[in-house]
Every structure is written in structure tokens, then in C-alpha cells.
């Protein structure tokens, strides 16, 4: 057996530093985060080399008392908590003590600070753990941390690290995420010489948005504010039209602090179902304010890994004001012209949808329980200037129209529907008021039969249709381990399948609204369909599954339908909750303004 021994300071310092210190922008972190406890509103951030060369951050904080400094770079120094009851009331981002001496375990650190009361401020250097000066200077109020070589003294590490332009890539992510959780903090960060990111400081957190993210962003977004008794979530929310491949556009924040939780990302991901493409995921910046003793932040060392007290209350409070808020707003796509026109391969000018964005004036926070129109148009962009925002509305002929005064679905606004006529038998032509609204009768008539269908489902009513005779259908050993997963679920949407010997299933009945489908081909489809879930997954997502199947029953592109069939139809979708989306979350509806066709006959310059 090998001798048992105590690992000298120098190692364990080493050791620690993997925990907290994984790379540049794991640093840029912590340094960022001391630098808000401290109260800093201007932070600035200059990395070199992708952050291997040179870190550093200067901010205009409390600064750090002398005779504190030595105590700062010692493992497990805190100013943050006095005991262990503390950690459950955090409100600090950083807490645990470990950032400063893990950085200066693998690094040459140097430390420039001042604190408003002192008459000169100090500069302290440390490498490797090990301290090599103190001395007075002449500085201003606040903290500059530089940190120089990282990983010199551990090459190993130092060899994991990527490219420089993918390292500065990770710490671009880290000051935007941050620069999102505090709007009233300006921050600057520059990458080799060159400014990356300059937000204003001014509390506004859309013209932070816009800072990181640019105009086409920013105009397509929905404010978001609603509290109950358990949160608050404020932020937000991406128009489908900006709905990404992947999560990178999904930001949470729980008490100012950016985390990663399956919980949240469950809740803003599920109330989006039916208003986007499905396989897309939503752009969102959220921020959750919650009792600090309701949240353990003490999860993890990199502190983006958080515990609620009520998994279960917390989904529900999100998913109710998510899907609140993105209800509440008339969502037709629209046509557009000019700078929104694309070039088709032979040169000639193509249609394109886009969405109508809300105007960017200044307003006062909406209440959660008024619901208005929400149909706008695109301001143009203007250029930042200190202390206004960098997008706001321009006066022009655009912005003067009258918009109507009834959402188009209302109930008002359909009995001065005129439906003009039928284009490729697939598509409805509708005039109202000034505006030319396009439906897609396939899309209609599937998201009409889906709710038909899951309002069914949910009130337990069967009605199945029997099958004569019954569809023989033999299946796979996986598709029958999926079958008897799901057999009960089968049976409560109208299906009714019986065991017929060996590997062979009876179909004799199935939900009346799928009778036109064909069965084998609906049944196999839909056992693959689930397969793909996992064995854990929620009678929600079951039921979705299986609702979707009424795609298959709804009215192809191509199948004329009389004017009081469309009538009918168009009836039923104005009378959704969401009649924008069928439920693949492609769109129902399209719309052209008045103002864009006379602009395109030149009846407006």
C-alpha cells in the first residue's frame, strides 16, 4: 500500500484552481462578478491572446483595503458570508472565497486598487501562489486585476486550452451574459486592441439587447413583467420569426446571477409548443427575482448550477407567464418590400415574409391583464448616441397609418371579413379594412382538427370509429415494447387495438376525426413517432404526439373547397387560442398592407 501524506500548500492551491479555473473565461467570471459586489457601474474588460496572454479588468468599485489584500489571495477569504447559515441567503454573486486564489495559483497576477477613503491605493504582485510585492501608488478609485501566462506553471492545462480566437469567443459570451444580468452596469470589452462590446449602463435592458445582439433582434421582441407569490419574471421574449437551431439564444437569470436549469428552459421551451417551428427553440432573456433561502446557489464551484425548493411550483409560475404574455398578440406574418426582398436566380425581385415588429418608443410597463393589439411597423435604425436609446422611432409616413382597431381573429373584426377569392386551391384571399390576409387552407384545416382533437382527448370524450374489417397489423419487437408502453394512452384517444397471437395487433377502431387517414400507415407512423421519446416522458407530450396525427386527416393544397366550406373553416380558426400557428408552428396566416402595395405600384415614393 502507498504511504498516506498531506500534499504540500503549493498543490493543493493547483488542485483547487481546476475547480474554478478551466480557462480564460472562467476567470473573466469571477473577476466580473467580484467587480458588481464591489458596486461597480463600469467595468471594463481587455483580453489578449484569447485570454491567455493577458486579462484585465478595471472597474470603478469600493476597491480593497491594504491590509486586506494579502488576506484576499488566501483559499476560502470571504467578505461575502460570516458563517455557514449564511449561504442561505446569499445575494452576492460571489461567495465562496476561492476565485482570487485559484487564479493566482496558475498565473502572475497583479492586483491595482484603491479604496475612495485611502490617499493612494496599492499594487500588489502574486505568481504561482506565491507573493512578490506590495507597494503604494498613485491610482484611481477602484480595482484593476491583471492576469498575465495563465497555466505557465502547468503546462499540462495549459495544452487543453483552444485557439485564441475560440478562447476569446467563450469570454465574449461570459461579458454578454453578464452585461444582460446587469443593465445598469456599462460594460466594455476590447480583444486585442479592438472594442467587441460597449453597452450604455443606462438600466435599459433592451438597449443592452441591442448592444449584444444588434437591431434585427431587438425589433422582434416582447417585453415581459409578471410576478405571483412564489416569483417574478421580467425580460424578454423572441417573436417566432427569430427562433434559432440550438439553445445558444436562451439566457436565464436568477437573482442577477446567469445559470443553466433544465427547469426554466423546460417552462419557456413548452409554452412556445404550437407558436414556432417545432425543432427551433426560442430567443429569451429572463430574469427571475425569488426569496434568496427558495434557491441553493451552493451547487456547484462555477455557481451556474442552482436548486429550487419546488421544481414543480416554479415550471408552472414560468410556463403560466410565459405563455401569458406570448398569447396576447396578434402574430400574422407580413409581406414586405424593399429591403426586405430577396433576389430570385434570374435577378427578379422575390416576396419574402416578415414579421411586424413592435415600436421601440419609450412606455410605461404594460399590466399583466391588458390585452391590446400589438400589430406595428419597423422603425428605421438611427445611430447610438449617449444616454438615448439606439433604436428608437422615427417619424415617418410608415408610422402615421391607422391600424385597425380589431385584432383580425376578434369576433368584431370577422363579420367585416370579405374573402375575394381562391389562389391554386390552396390559399384564401381575404380583404380587411387595409390589409390583404392570405390563409392556407391545409394549415387551417390541421390546426382546427389538432385542437378539435386534444380538447377531445382532455375531456375524456371517445369518439372512436369502428373499422370493418379490423387492419391486421404485425409489428416489430420495438414497436410493439413502444405499443405496450403507450397502450392505455392509445385507448383514452379512440383507439381500440386488441392482441390477434404472436406479433400481430387488430386495429378496429379509430378517433372519427383520423377514419379518412389510412390506419396501418397512421398507427406505425405514430409507434415510430414515440419511439423516439424517452421512457420518462410526460402524458402531455404523449398527447401531442398523438394530436399531431391529425395532420394527416386535414384538407390537402390542391382540394377545392366551396365559399361556405371556407367560411366554415376560417370560422373554426379565428375561434382557436392560437390560430397563427398549425402544429408544426408553420403559419396560418400572412398578411400585406395596403401601404406596401401602393408602395409597390409607385403610388407611394
Known amino acids: 500500500m502507498d504511504q498516506i501524506r498531506l500534499l504540500d500548500k503549493n498543490t493543493i492551491d493547483k488542485i483547487a484552481a481546476g475547480e474554478v479555473v478551466d480557462r480564460p473565461a472562467s476567470i473573466v467570471k469571477e473577476l466580473v462578478e467580484n467587480s458588481i459586489d464591489a458596486g461597480a457601474d463600469s467595468i471594463s474588460v481587455e483580453i489578449r491572446g484569447g485570454g491567455i496572454e493577458l486579462i484585465r479588468i478595471t472597474d470603478n468599485g469600493s476597491g480593497i483595503p491594504k491590509d486586506q489584500i494579502s488576506l484576499a489571495f488566501l483559499r476560502h477569504s470571504t467578505s461575502k458570508i460570516t458563517d455557514a447559515s449564511d449561504i442561505s441567503f446569499i445575494h452576492t454573486l460571489g461567495f465562496r472565497g476561492e476565485a482570487l486564489s485559484s487564479i493566482a495559483a496558475v498565473s502572475r497576477t497583479q ?36 492576469v498575465r501566462d495563465l497555466f505557465y506553471n502547468t503546462p499540462a492545462r495549459r495544452k487543453f486550452l483552444k ?93 442577477g446571477r446567469y445559470i443553466q436549469d433544465r427547469i426554466i428552459q423546460k417552462a ?70 424593399g429591403k426586405d426582398a430577396e433576389k430570385t436566380s434570374s435577378g427578379r425581385e422575390e416576396l419574402r415574409p416578415s414579421y411586424i415588429p413592435e415600436p ?49 381573429v376578434s369576433r368584431e373584426a370577422r363579420a367585416r371579413h370579405r374573402i375575394i377569392g381562391e389562389l391554386f386551391e390552396t390559399y384564401w384571399i381575404v380583404e380587411y379594412q387595409d390589409a390583404l390576409y392570405i390563409i392556407d387552407q391545409h394549415a387551417a384545416h390541421e390546426k382546427v382538427l389538432y385542437e378539435k382533437f386534444l380538447k377531445r382527448i382532455r375531456s375524456e370524450e371517445h369518439f372512436a370509429q369502428k373499422i370493418l374489417p379490423a387492419v391486421i397489423i404485425t409489428l416489430t419487437a420495438a414497436e410493439e415494447s413502444v405499443y405496450c408502453r403507450y397502450a392505455d394512452d392509445f385507448r383514452k384517444t379512440g383507439f381500440e387495438i386488441e392482441h390477434f397471437g404472436g406479433n400481430e395487433y387488430a386495429l378496429s377502431a379509430v378517433p372519427a376525426d383520423l377514419y379518412s387517414v389510412d390506419h396501418k400507415i397512421l398507427f406505425l407512423e405514430m409507434l415510430e413517432d414515440l419511439g423516439e421519446l424517452s421512457s420518462g416522458s410526460g402524458p402531455e407530450i404523449m398527447t401531442d404526439r398523438i394530436a399531431t396525427a391529425a395532420c394527416k386527416a386535414a384538407v390537402k393544397g390542391g382540394n377545392h373547397l366551396s365559399l361556405s366550406e371556407a367560411n366554415a373553416l376560417i370560422d373554426e380558426l379565428l375561434g382557436l387560442e392560437n390560430p397563427y400557428n398549425c402544429p408544426h408552428g408553420r403559419p396560418t396566416i400572412l398578411s400585406m398592407s395596403k401601404y406596401e402595395l401602393e408602395k409597390k405600384f409607385k403610388r407611394i415614393v
Open 360 to 408: 421601440f418608443e419609450k412606455k410605461e410597463p404594460e399590466s399583466p391583464q391588458v390585452f391590446r393589439e400589438e400589430i406595428f411597423y419597423e422603425a428605421a435604425e438611427t445611430p447610438m448616441k449617449s444616454g438615448i436609446s439606439s433604436y428608437e422611432s422615427v417619424n415617418t409616413d410608415r408610422d402615421q397609418q391607422t391600424l385597425p382597431k380589431e385584432l383580425f
Open 163 to 255: 485557439s485564441p480566437q475560440t478562447e476569446a469567443g467563450y469570454v465574449q459570451d461570459v461579458v454578454q451574459r453578464i452585461a444582460l444580468s446587469h443593465p445598469r452596469t456599462a460594460f466594455k470589452f476590447t480583444v486585442n486592441g479592438s472594442v467587441r462590446l460597449s453597452t450604455a449602463g443606462n438600466g435599459s435592458l433592451k438597449d443592452t439587447i441591442y448592444a449584444v445582439f444588434g437591431r434585427e433582434i431587438t425589433s422582434r421582441l416582447l417585453e415581459l413583467e409578471d410576478s405571483d407569490q412564489n416569483l417574478s419574471l421580467s425580460g424578454f421574449l423572441g417573436k417566432p420569426e427569430i427562433a434559432r437551431g440550438n439553445r445558444s439564444f436562451e439566457f436565464f437569470f436568477v437573482n
Open 111 to 146: 492586483l491595482c486598487t484603491k479604496t475612495k477613503d485611502a490617499l493612494t491605493g496599492t499594487i500588489y504582485k502574486i505568481s504561482g501562489g506565491e507573493e512578490e510585492s506590495v507597494e503604494d501608488a498613485g491610482l484611481p478609485d477602484g480595482t484593476t486585476m491583471i
Open 268 to 337: 419557456l421551451e413548452e409554452a412556445y409548443l404550437g407558436y414556432q417551428m417545432k425543432g427551433t427553440f426560442p430567443f429569451a432573456v429572463l430574469n427571475l427575482t425569488m426569496e434568496p433561502e427558495l434557491v441553493d446557489v451552493n451547487v456547484h464551484p462555477s455557481k451556474m448550477e442552482i436548486r429550487f425548493f419546488d421544481n414543480e411550483t416554479v415550471f408552472r409560475s414560468i410556463y403560466d407567464m410565459i405563455r401569458k404574455r406570448i398569447t396576447r398578440r396578434e402574430s400574422i406574418p407580413s409581406f414586405t418590400f
